[in-house]
């Protein structure tokens, strides 16, 4: 229900005190929330005195009094209304903490009854802190608008409110300027990686070429900003690097939630779905029974599309693959030309796959099962030449968190012929799939992961891919090793080149003084010679080798690198808040999520406790694949 209430808190055109061009909109000091328009319980009959019952200590707020939505804890909603105003400064400066809850936990900005600007608090998850920060829009474009503030709460459950105090209009930024109203522009959003356009993503899914267009499916939550809701996200591309989303392609059904699976082109119609020219795209996923109404069991579904992947067809008799064990899910499907036959990996329980065959996609049978101690979801198989030999090819079986087996495959049972190999040696690296029909012509293993566990505080979207990457294997005095490199494809957002060669690194000196940002592609053969490490400090982050340990280190992380004649290859591609680094030309792997300070845009390259010669350092400033 609307309350107006008497103007105590006022819209004040006076200045506050202590800044003579600042204009008040509001301070909350007052006994109630004045000429401003409540509705639903959460905002309570006036300004909160700092913390209510059952919430952490709130801290940060000015004065006695603040807005504070946790009116009877986090299960209260409604919103907080001012009057209309004249915007006549260049800023809106505010406090702010509570919920990271785009759109539902949030301050916004309302011209003309749209919002134009918003923010929210820092926490999503568990933990946190319920101290108030600084915040700043920029609101020059405004000026000589009316405009009302609007507060959010529509959230229920943790973090399901909004902390807001000091509002006032100024000529002077008082914290950093946060963008996340403008769509890919926004301060964390990642340049060239793939992200939703809003809310929560995970596992890349359904990867497939067809007709020049490379299809990323992806887990997507298209109703909130954390996990949940599990739909098929969609996006397209002709270069893996300049992705489109388009609309959401397959949405939770009475068999479930829309958990990990692939696709697949059928171009020989094994399934009879085709209707018209264009072969048929098959997406094969797990329909996640434990999120239906009523519960049932995991099972895996398939879906077509006849349109060249525009609209999306459920198979009438889905589930095509009934319930095995535990939560089995992820399928991973692959056309197996020698026997005629689609071969699915899938994820079983524990650390336990299988195997199945099927002639049309819709029929299955169990063929063979893989164990893999330490690994679990996600599995992807496939053959890859040894060394580019086409003569000599191993098979992949591939899990979640990067590990393998090497083996063959006879179209029927997969023979492990090595140890459990790691592939990946950093952080927030997860769930990678690789496309289905890259042509002949091309032949690339090409593959994509989530950047799991990254943090995007106050943005509209949540998570982030990884760069796409080729996968060879190749031979080292250990035995073959899958090797990941960045796709060639990345250049094409190559901008200002920078180069160095033959170098001699003493430490305290940095051979690149002026060169900064926030996106590059670096590539560096580094001669350690005497040095006792050497490196890049890059945005405040140091990546470090170490000679005597002959180990990769970033952010706690390490991974053994065998200098080649006394040497090091590194490539690390940056973004506004990730690393990728790839050392000897893929052999060694780590991806990382960072946060680091939007204003930090440093770049060095280092030796430290001796000399190293620098004998090639190709840095290429980025471009945004965003329009």
Not at 101 to 108: D, E, I, L, T
Not at 196 to 207: E, F, H, S, V
């Amino acid at each position: 229900m609307t309350r107006l209430m008497s103007l105590m808190i006022v819209l004040s055109l006076a200045p506050a005190a202590g800044a003579a061009d600042d204009v008040l909109i509001a301070d909350f000091e007052g006994p109630d929330y004045g000429g401003w328009t409540v509705t639903g319980e959460a905002f309570g009959p006036g300004p909160a005195q700092g913390t209510l019952p059952n919430q952490m200590s709130v801290s940060g707020f000015e004065g006695k009094g603040l807005v504070n939505s946790f009116h009877k804890g986090d299960g209260s909603t409604g919103t907080l209304t001012s009057p209309p105003f004249p915007i006549e400064r260049n800023y809106v400066n505010f406090l702010i903490g509570g919920g990271g809850h785009p759109g539902k936990a949030c301050m916004n900005l309302l011209v003309d009854g749209q919002v134009v600007r918003t923010a929210t608090g820092p926490n999503r998850q568990p933990g946190g802190t319920e101290r108030l920060d600084r915040c700043s829009w920029d609101v020059g474009d405004l000026r000589g608008k009316t405009a009302r503030i609007e507060i959010v709460d529509r959230v229920t459950g943790g973090w399901g409110h909004i902390n807001i105090d000091q509002i006032v209009q100024s000529d002077k930024a008082k914290a950093a300027l946060i963008v996340v109203d403008k769509l890919y522009q926004e301060t964390y959003r990642p340049q060239f990686h793939f992200t939703a356009t809003k809310n929560w993503l995970n596992d890349p899914n359904g990867m497939m070429f067809y007709k020049g267009e490379y299809h990323l499916f992806f887990q997507h939550n298209p109703e909130g900003i954390d996990w949940g809701n599990m739909t098929w996200g969609h996006a397209v591309s002709g270069d893996m690097i300049h992705w489109k989303q388009l609309e959401h392609a397959i949405h939770p059904d009475e068999l479930g939630t829309i958990f990990s699976g692939s696709g697949v082109v059928d171009w020989i119609n094994t399934a009879g779905f085709q209707t018209g020219d264009e072969a048929v795209l098959v997406c094969i996923y797990t329909s996640a029974g434990e999120f239906a109404t009523p519960k049932v069991p995991f099972t895996q579904s398939i879906a077509y599309s006849n349109d060249r992947g525009k609209t999306w067809t459920k198979y009438e008799h889905n589930p095509v693959l009934g319930h095995i064990v535990g939560s089995n899910r992820d399928p991973k499907v692959i056309w197996h030309e020698p026997s005629k036959r689609w071969i699915m990996a899938l994820y079983l329980d524990g650390n336990d796959f299988a195997l199945f065959s099927s002639p049309n996609l819709k029929q299955w049978t169990r063929t063979c099962d893989v164990r893999m101690p330490g690994t679990s979801e996600c599995p992807d198989f496939f053959e890859l030449p040894v060394d580019g030999q086409t003569d000599n090819t191993k098979w992949v079986f591939w899990g979640a968190n990067g590990n393998y087996l090497l083996g063959s495959f006879d179209g029927k049972e997969f023979r492990a012929q090595s140890e459990l190999l790691r592939s990946e040696w950093g952080e927030n690296w997860y769930a990678a799939q690789t496309f289905s029909d890259i042509p002949k012509s091309d032949g690339r293993r090409l593959q994509i992961a989530w950047m799991r566990g990254g943090e995007y505080p106050r943005m509209p979207f949540n998570q982030q891919m990884s760069v796409p990457c080729r996968l060879t294997l190749r031979t080292f005095p250990e035995g073959v090793r899958l090797c990941r490199q960045p796709v060639r494809e990345i250049e094409s957002i190559h901008s200002k080149h920078h180069r160095r060669s033959d170098t001699v690194l003493r430490p305290g000196e940095n051979p690149l003084p002026g060169v900064s940002g926030d996106l590059f592609d670096v590539r560096a053969e580094i001669e350690i010679a005497d040095a006792a490490a050497v490196g890049l400090k890059i945005r405040g982050e140091p990546v470090i080798y170490r000679a005597k340990e002959k180990t990769l280190c970033c952010r706690g992380k390490s991974a053994p690198l065998e200098p080649v004649a006394g040497r090091i290859r590194l490539q690390v591609l940056v973004d506004r808040t990730s690393l990728e680094i790839f050392a000897s030309d893929g052999k060694i792997a780590m991806a990382f999520c960072l946060l680091p300070d939007p204003e930090d845009t440093s770049l060095e390259i280092f030796a430290q406790g001796g000399k190293a010669t620098l004998r090639s350092l190709d840095v290429w400033e980025l471009k945004s694949i965003w329009p």
